[in-house]
């Protein structure tokens, strides 16, 4: 009788189908048949898929149970969501408005701090002006002793006289440019708040006092005084040839200087 098996080989079998088989991430349905019909009918086949399609719908229905108590839960926390979102809407909506609020308070305070600080730095320069006024007007005092009532001097003192007067013309030159050009920043700046709509007279920063002007004939004084000592120098004829033209020159340099 002819053996298809040898005696001491196991006769082939059912290969019993397990759950690794069918939970491989990469599963191929032509595969999977090819190993498990061998050596069974598709019948067969079939029938332990039904059994493991019964078994895994029972482990469904037991997970359904064991969890339901969360599946209840998460819709009970779903219900109700439109009132939550309309809290949570409303919630928004005032954090929208008080940041509204504390942006244009912040706004207010850097407004307020510039002014602060511009106004810190106007009474920096007016210090600084009122200096170099106070300055000026000592000078001219003391000049103003000094060519009181001279009616002629020497070549030494007269340069000197010369040389005090036109020291305070550049200074008062320079105080009255810095004068200027501060009406002409608070015009703009003013201009500016103006523009803006925040304009208001307290932020606009009144004129330096004419004072300059007002001394403006008192050093006219001081500089006829001094040329008049000149040409009494000059007419007496004292000194050396080099000593008249020296005079001569420091005449026409008050001279060329505006009243």
Known sequence: MEHYFDDEDELPSIVQISRK????????????????????????????????????????????????????????????????????????????????????????VVEKTNKLIQ??????????????????????????????DKTESDLEQISEFAKQYIHLKLLARDLGVKAVQRDALTESRA?????????NDDNVNHS??????????????????????VDTSIKKKSGTGEEQLRLAILKAKLLETYD
């Open 191 to 199: 201009n500016k708040l103006k523009h803006s709509g925040t304009h």
């Open 208 to 229: 330096i006092p004419p004072i300059l002007e007002q001394k403006r004939p008192r050093l006219a004084r001081v500089k006829s005084t001094i040329i008049e000592l």
């Open 119 to 148: 106004d810190k730095k106007d009474l920096v320069w007016l210090q600084d002006f009122s200096r170099e006024m106070i300055l000026y007007l000592k000078k001219l005092e003391d000049i103003e002793k000094s060519v009181h």
């Open 21 to 108: 088989d069918f939970s491989e991430d990469e599963f191929v349905v032509d595969e999977f048949l090819t190993k498990f019909h061998k050596y069974q009918t598709l019948e067969d086949l079939e029938n332990q898929l039904k059994s493991w399609d019964k078994e895994l719908g029972h482990e469904l229905i037991d997970v359904i149970n064991k969890d339901y108590g969360d599946f209840v839960g998460l819709g009970n926390s779903l219900s109700g969501g439109e009132n939550k979102i309309q809290d949570v809407k409303m919630n928004l909506l005032r954090f929208q408005t008080e940041t509204k609020k504390v942006k244009t308070e912040l706004e207010n």
